[in-house]
């Protein structure tokens, strides 16, 4: 059974400012970092972006897909070891609890609905047309 999870997308970039995508588009996503006092439209981006797995690159605007071929607990799991180098045990429970986060905010939106993280909060987009881009 597939299941809804986000991955990197370059539609709708540009409708903020801030906007930034250098995830191969498809690919999982996962939380970041955040830096302490950093704003949501800071210039960090940290508080507004998603990572890619495998990548470690940042985006702010994702998609909802579903798919069977990836194992989110596993990625990320992956992620905490190799880039955080972070001890398997927690990477494990990290991993874990994350997952099942993730499955949770796909689950809240529709296949193909455009989302944007802004602090703790996830929204949809609406497409429509930048100014300069066709």
Known sequence: MA???????????????????????????????????????GPCGCKRC?????????????IIVE???????????????????????KAFRFAEKDADELHGIAAQFPVGAIVEKRGNAFRQRIPRKVKGKS
């Open 50 to 62: 998603m990572t890619g797995l495998p990548s470690a690159k940042g985006t702010t605007t994702m």
């Open 3 to 41: 299941n809804k999870i986000l991955v990197a997308t370059k539609a709708t970039q540009g409708q903020r400012k801030n906007d930034f995508c250098f995830v191969p588009e498809g690919e999982p996503v996962t939380f970041t970092l955040e830096c302490d006092g950093e704003r949501i439209d």
């Open 67 to 89: 798919r069977d071929d990836v194992d989110l607990f596993a990625l990320i799991k992956d992620h905490m070891t190799k880039n955080w180098y972070m001890e398997e045990t």
